[in-house]
């Protein structure tokens, strides 16, 4: 194959089976490790989110004073993508955008339904601890900074709860989709900066429109929790529930559907 052949290989895009196989693959990789190391980079990864509220409730302390409320929430959307860049870039396991792909290993009956309800439990566990430790820390430092207050910690839980419990299951379940849809297209990216803005405008669209994410969304209700009479602990507890059933419905029905039985007859699976 001469240098021209392979510059074009290089550039041609990705199809519809190739991206498939890809995602199988690497999910097939992720059951296969062991569930310390699943637990430790699930944990990571609810960490490293937590600088996107570390942003959120920044841009909002400073923004107040100058725009109107509504305008701010729609403003921290350009700051919202950037915990899931570092989460995604950095590979750490993050529930919302695994959904999808470990549910392809089970559809292609590579793995079992029980061992991926396993995987998904190691993987909420893990980004909802580190979610806990991050908001624990953040409400402590960003007041002690002056970079916000305990007030614009409130102001961001209390927009997220404020619905009722059916608008929020299919705001989660949009959400899901596009974290779906995130998944398939960075592994459809050939290039890291291709990836890096694919993760930006699909979280962004999150922000701006107010989709309700789960893993995020956990440090933004705990931590409006911790300073605000206002969130119940039971309150806290349904909404997560119910955010993370329409994250993993929405992840699925993406994958099942639109994607790997639109496509799984003209695929030869590895």
């Given at each position: 194959?001469?240098?021209?052949?392979?510059?074009?290989?290089?550039?041609k895009?990705?199809?519809?089976?190739?991206?498939?196989k890809?995602?199988?693959?690497?999910?097939c990789?992720?059951?296969?490790?062991?569930?310390?190391?699943?637990?430790?980079?699930s944990?990571?990864?609810?960490?490293?989110?937590?600088?996107?509220?570390?942003?959120?409730?920044?841009?909002?302390?400073?923004?107040?004073?100058?725009?109107?409320?509504?305008?701010?929430?729609?403003?921290?959307?350009?700051?919202?993508?950037?915990?899931?860049?570092?989460?995604?870039?950095?590979q750490?396991?993050?529930?919302?955008?695994q959904?999808?792909?470990?549910?392809?290993?089970?559809?292609?009956?590579?793995?079992?339904?029980?061992s991926?309800?396993?995987?998904?439990?190691?993987?909420?566990?893990?980004?909802?601890?580190?979610?806990?430790?991050?908001?624990?820390?953040?409400?402590?430092?960003?007041?002690?900074?002056?970079?916000?207050?305990?007030?614009?910690i409130?102001?961001?839980?209390?927009h997220?709860?404020?619905?009722?419990?059916?608008?929020?299951?299919?705001?989660?379940?949009?959400?899901?989709?596009?974290?779906?849809?995130?998944?398939?297209?960075?592994?459809?990216?050939?290039?890291?900066?291709?990836?890096?803005?694919?993760?930006?405008?699909?979280t962004?669209?999150?922000?701006?429109?107010?989709?309700?994410?789960?893993?995020?969304?956990?440090?933004?209700?705990?931590?409006?929790?911790?300073?605000?009479?206002?969130?119940?602990?039971?309150?806290?507890?349904?909404?997560?529930?119910?955010?993370?059933?329409?994250?993993?419905i929405?992840?699925?029905?993406?994958?099942?559907?639109?994607?790997?039985?639109?496509?799984?007859f003209?695929?030869?699976?590895?």
């Open positions: 194959m001469d240098g021209s052949d392979q510059q074009q290989d290089g550039t895009t990705k199809s519809h089976g190739e991206i498939l890809q995602q199988i693959i690497e999910g990789e992720t059951y296969d490790r062991s569930w310390s190391s699943i637990l430790l980079s944990f990571t990864a609810g960490l490293e989110i937590g600088f996107s509220f570390l942003m959120l409730a920044t841009l909002h302390h400073f923004a107040s004073g100058y725009f109107a409320e509504e305008v701010v929430f729609k403003l921290m959307a350009f700051v919202y993508p950037l915990g899931f860049i570092l989460v995604i870039m950095g750490s396991i993050l529930f919302t955008e959904t999808s792909l470990l549910t392809l290993p089970v559809l292609s009956n590579k793995r079992s339904l029980g991926l309800f396993r995987i998904w439990g190691l993987v909420i566990l893990g980004n909802l601890v580190g979610g806990l430790l991050i908001a624990l820390t953040l409400v402590w430092v960003g007041p002690k900074l002056a970079i916000f207050t305990e007030l614009d409130e102001k961001i839980g209390l997220m709860v404020e619905y009722e419990v059916f608008t929020i299951l299919v705001s989660a379940i949009l959400a899901g989709w596009l974290m779906g849809l995130l998944s398939w297209l960075v592994t459809s990216s050939k290039e890291t900066v291709g990836e890096i803005i694919v993760i930006y405008l699909i962004a669209l999150m922000g701006f429109t107010g989709l309700h994410h789960s893993i995020i969304g956990n440090i933004e209700i705990f931590s409006a929790m911790l300073v605000s009479p206002e969130i119940t602990i039971l309150e806290y507890i349904q909404t997560l529930v119910v955010i993370l059933a329409g994250n993993a929405g992840a699925v029905f993406f994958v099942a559907l639109l994607k790997y039985r639109a496509f799984v003209n695929v030869k699976m590895p």
